[in-house]
């Protein structure tokens, strides 16, 4: 007789007195949450991956492609490495086909975060080699592209800093990556 007393005590109590249907709504509420929040996200970020004139980029791809053959033509190598003890990046630029004495630019360009990526004004010596200062690098995949001042050649790759302390780019592996 207890336990059926018990039984309809729980069948008189109001919907919202009960644990199940609580439960039972904390999986939605989370997720109109989570909505909320990636909704809140897409409004106030910027999407750093998203060009506003594509047409022109895929027009700029043609002319960079031009100065990566050109680079393939002058047989231009670009080697470098991080002197993390003395902030400075390091390194030689050599072609079959021309004079090394000129102004090289080399970008390092972070994998996620455009405030971060760096640019270098280099002046390479008769002999190719050059040294510039560079702050501590952080940890990343840096995307790294060296061209003369008047954009005529190009050499790019990828570096794994600081697993690999050094870079060697090629005009022949230009394209890779």
């Given at each position: 007789m207890q336990?059926?007393?018990?039984?309809n005590a729980g069948a008189n109590t109001p919907w919202y007195k009960?644990?199940?249907?609580?439960?039972?709504?904390?999986?939605?509420?989370?997720v109109v949450v989570a909505g909320s929040y990636t909704i809140y996200l897409a409004v106030t970020r910027q999407d750093a991956m998203v060009v506003g004139?594509?047409?022109?980029?895929?027009?700029?791809?043609?002319?960079?492609?031009?100065r990566d053959r050109v680079a393939t033509q002058l047989s231009l190598s670009l080697g470098m490495h991080y002197d993390a003890e003395a902030h400075a990046l390091r390194g030689m630029l050599s072609s079959a086909a021309?004079?090394?004495s000129s102004e090289v630019h080399i970008r390092l360009a972070?994998?996620?975060?455009?405030?971060?990526?760096?640019?270098l004004l280099v002046r390479a010596g008769a002999d190719g080699r050059f040294s510039v200062a560079l702050p501590q690098l952080e940890q990343a995949r840096w995307q790294v592209t060296a061209e003369n001042g008047a954009r005529s050649w190009r050499l790019e790759g990828a570096w794994l800093w600081p697993r690999e302390t050094g870079i060697e780019l090629k005009a022949d592996q230009a394209t890779n990556d």
């Open positions: 336990a059926t007393l018990n039984a009960h644990r199940w249907p609580w439960f039972l709504m904390l999986g939605p509420a989370a004139d594509y047409y022109k980029q895929g027009k700029a791809i043609n002319q960079d492609l031009r021309m004079p090394m972070h994998p996620t975060q455009p405030e971060k990526d760096v640019q």
